[in-house]
């Protein structure tokens, strides 16, 4: 029995995307595969509210932030971290001999524009890097804010990890600033897992061109020239059925409308808030809250692991606290092509198994 996922990804993914990921195969050099990179290129753009180059990593999401941390940081990278996910960007660091301080905060609070002020007022750092949207908190940053503390400091390139938001509300890359955003397939985009979608400024690149050391495969300098030498291609064989599933995808979100698709999200989030008020209580004030996952604190001390067990059994999969929040949390993700009535089947499960 297939489980409806309320899990902060993978997500449900539309049959027809999953059809058109059927697509017999085409040659990866030959124009068809430029025109369906092309045309992925166009709508991405829009989603990122960008004029940016657009880069595409047959990896998850991670193995582009990896790549950009390596290939964009030059005398050291400062690392803001809100939970897991925003520490992997300083394990990267490190595994690549990137110099790197990693700045963390409680789980469940945010990275404040004053604490990226602070660092990258030692003029120590011309890299930081920022999770706008991390999964094993809830956490939402406020991005707006740090984006008018790091204009004051414009030879800094910023990265962004938008992984698990990006799709799901507005983050305006140019307006913000950001040099590196990066996002995936499975979360918000309604995609299967397997395709990082990176934009990408002229400058960021001149700065890895004068960088050595920035591995071959991730080599960002490589996938950015990649599309302008080759005509939206790619340096290796790419994963052509995610592209097609992609691009289907993207014609979806484009006729739902991104303000559409913005507004159900916040919606959703609301709906789940508004629940995990009432039964428990939230980790994250509403302020920095997540419009894609909503972690719950397990303030009724439940089995979690019981719980989903009996929620698999009538159809439905909702995610554990991530890391040292496992057991004290539990989280419900809320994202891509999520519904308020499927909302109110897993929520309305989960009272008549807790009888709350």
Not at 66 to 85: D, H, L, N, P, Q
Not at 210 to 239: E, N
Request: hydrophobic fraction near 40%; charge should be negative.
């Amino acid at each position: 029995m297939h489980k409806k996922l309320f899990i902060p990804g993978p997500v449900d993914v539309r049959p027809e995307v999953l059809q058109a990921m059927a697509q017999p195969m085409i040659g990866h050099r030959t124009k068809d595969a430029s025109a369906l990179q092309r045309g992925i290129t166009e709508k991405m753009r829009k989603v990122f509210q960008t004029e940016n180059v657009m880069v595409l990593s047959t990896s998850s999401g991670s193995g582009m932030m990896e790549g950009a941390i390596r290939s964009f940081t030059g005398k050291g990278a400062a690392v803001f971290s809100v939970g897991a996910f925003g520490k992997r960007w300083h394990e990267m660091a490190v595994q690549n001999g990137v110099e790197a301080d990693l700045f963390e905060v409680p789980q469940g609070q945010p990275t404040l524009a004053s604490e990226v002020e602070k660092a990258l007022a030692t003029g120590k750092y011309d890299t930081f890097t920022i999770t706008h949207n991390e999964t094993s908190s809830g956490v939402m940053n406020p991005v707006q804010e740090i984006a008018e503390v790091r204009r004051r400091y414009p030879d800094v390139l910023w990265l962004m990890d938008t992984v698990s938001s990006m799709g799901g509300t507005s983050i305006p890359v140019d307006e913000l600033g950001v040099d590196c955003c990066i996002t995936s397939t499975q979360k918000a985009l309604g995609v299967p897992p397997g395709l990082a979608i990176g934009s990408v400024t002229e400058r960021s690149i001149d700065r890895a061109r004068g960088k050595g050391q920035r591995g071959f495969y991730l080599d960002m300098v490589k996938l950015y020239d990649f599309i302008f030498k080759k005509d939206h291609q790619y340096p290796s064989t790419p994963a052509l059925s995610l592209m097609y599933g992609l691009d289907k995808s993207l014609d979806f979100i484009m006729e739902e409308g991104l303000e559409n698709r913005w507004e159900r999200h916040r919606l959703n989030m609301e709906k789940v808030r508004a629940w995990g008020r009432k039964h428990f209580e939230l980790l994250v004030d509403d302020a920095y809250a997540s419009r894609t996952v909503t972690v719950i604190r397990n303030t009724r001390e439940i089995s979690v692991g019981d719980l989903n067990k009996a929620l698999g059994e009538r159809g439905f999969q909702i995610a554990n606290g991530y890391g040292e929040l496992k057991d004290k949390t539990f989280r419900i993700a809320h994202m891509a092509d999520c519904t308020s009535e499927g909302l109110d089947e897993v929520l309305g499960s989960i009272e008549e198994i807790l009888s709350l």
